[in-house]
């Protein structure tokens, strides 16, 4: 019997897993700069969580999560996101009575999504995001923004598009609402069954649809930005005033409704417009969500934050063509001729790594050549040569693999020699 991967996930190798490792750190530093704090959730939640959170009219909890009954009988879900649990936390640990306001949190670990996979959509996926939770300055919309701009930017990516929109407040969405059920009424036997039943439970929706997304009741819906009141469209010029200060260049796009129901005021999506970039040109979505706070059971605290995918990150990164500079290779390899050399050389190589010296040795019994290939395989960069004479003599030869150049040193100064000579 054989093992397949379950669809729509994936081993993530040793060969690529550095580079993972690499965006992981820039985002932390990232974090760190901006004054993010890491934060870890469980994998899994009380399925209300999402209905309450994401919305039981969206496609993420109508269709699309792992939801399974524990032994307790409990209804538990994959967390198919990470803003709810975020939230979650923030009411539970009482994170709102902090004197450090706003909280701005971050975090990075899988979601899952039963989704039909295809290139960039996978069902278990690791998202990247970040949450600030206690202000309602635009400011910090333009930093959240700005946050994800910069991870991109500094892996080197260039062609990136920017969308932002507004969603409104309460009011403003009321009018849209009214607007949009009135523009869809009369034909909506034309679209879709989910949009139907979506008409008068969450309309918004609709303009969402992936089936129906080229019909033409879609380009003429009535845009939220025609419906939006003082304070909203106020709040929604200062996002652009401060983007721009912050030098992010961004368009407009009034269609832009993102898929889960807790938005409200600004949303954003950046996409890859590399050419040959997959169909799904998303690698970021986010935006202020004022309500979700007290839908949770907390205080009313306003919220904004994004996620990314860093498995979008990489496709995007690679329709760019740009390679992370990833250090890999090893600094000694440990060759041993002869069976005392052989005993010697697990001392060395625990020597050199205890030095701090990233060291390896054959495992293998293989000769010398074998050994010497070895090494070369994994671009060390020296070779250190011992023979059960050298050994006679505490002598060792070491290799600079870069110029060719043999040095024979004594054995006792061996690991020092070669920590000098890496620096
Ligand atoms: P989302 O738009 O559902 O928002 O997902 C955010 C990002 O996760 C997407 O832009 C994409 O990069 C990635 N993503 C989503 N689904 C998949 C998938 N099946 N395979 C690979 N990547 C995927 C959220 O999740 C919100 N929690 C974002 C947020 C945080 N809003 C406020 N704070």
Known sequence: MSFQIPRGTQDILPSEVEKWQYIEQVARDICRRYNYQEIRTPIFEHTELFLRSVGDTTDIVQKEMYTFEDRGGRSITLRPEGT?????SFVENKMYGSPNQPVKLYYMGPMFRYERPQSGRFRQF??????????????????????AMEVYQSLGLKKLKLVINSLGDAESRKAHRQALIDHFKGRIDELCEDCQSRLEKNPMRILDCKKDRDHELMATAPSILDYLNEESRAYFEKVQIYLSKLGVDFEVDSRLVRGLDYYNHTAFEIMSNAEGFGAITTLCGGGRYNGLVQEI???????????????????ALEAEGIS????????????????????????????????GIVAEKDYQDRKVKAQLKAADRLQAKYVAILGDDELEKQVINIKNMTTGEQTEVPLDSFVSYVKEALQ
Do not use: H, M, W
Not at 297 to 315: D, K, Q, Y
Not at 326 to 344: M, T
């Open 324 to 355: 992370l500079p990833l250090i890999g290779g090893i600094d000694c390899y440990v060759v041993a001729l002869g069976e005392k050399a052989k005993d010697e050389s697990v001392v060395l190589v625990n020597a050199l790594r205890k030095a």
């Open 126 to 147: 690791v998202q990247f995001g970040v949450e600030a939770l206690g202000s309602n300055d635009p400011a910090i919309d333009a930093e959240v923004i700005a946050l």
């Open 297 to 315: 059971g907390g205080p009313e605290t306003p919220g904004v934050g994004f996620a990314l995918s860093i498995e979008r990150l990489l496709a």
């Open 84 to 88: 709810a649990a975020v939230v979650r």
